[in-house]
């Protein structure tokens, strides 16, 4: 059974940081493209960041670039989203997930296959 778990959100202010972590398992993830997505209320999911199965290819939101750091650890099966200069609009729940390539970044939500069950993140001003 897949299972992924997201961890370390939380309230932060704004300019801070947070680290976010996920562990996957149920299958050998190491071969596949990882991303992070969020969803803020009453908007639709939006990708955030991704990273191919090397860790070599990353790609990010313009919204988020030069302040999130996505990476990997293919021997513990975790993905790692480093979130600095936190700003009120990345107030969303975010998702990891596992896409069905290994080599491209995609952003569309519908190359994804697993999702976990999310994490809170709250920005206050």
């Known amino acids: 059974q897949v299972q992924l778990v997201e961890s370390g959100g939380g309230l932060v202010q704004a300019g801070g940081s947070l680290s976010l972590s996920c562990a996957a398992s149920g299958r050998p993830f190491s071969s596949y493209t990882m991303g992070w997505f969020r969803q803020a209320p009453g908007k639709e999911r939006e990708f955030v960041a991704a990273?191919?199965?090397?860790?070599?290819?990353?790609a990010y939101a313009d919204s988020v670039k030069g302040r999130f750091t996505i990476s990997r650890d293919n021997a513990k099966n975790m993905v790692y989203l480093q979130m600095n200069s936190l700003k009120p609009e990345d107030t969303a729940v975010y998702y990891c997930a596992v896409a069905r390539v290994g080599l491209g970044i995609p952003r569309d939500s519908g190359q994804y296959d697993y999702w976990g069950q999310g994490t809170q993140v709250t920005v206050s001003s």
């Open positions: 990273i191919t199965w090397s860790g070599r290819s990353t």
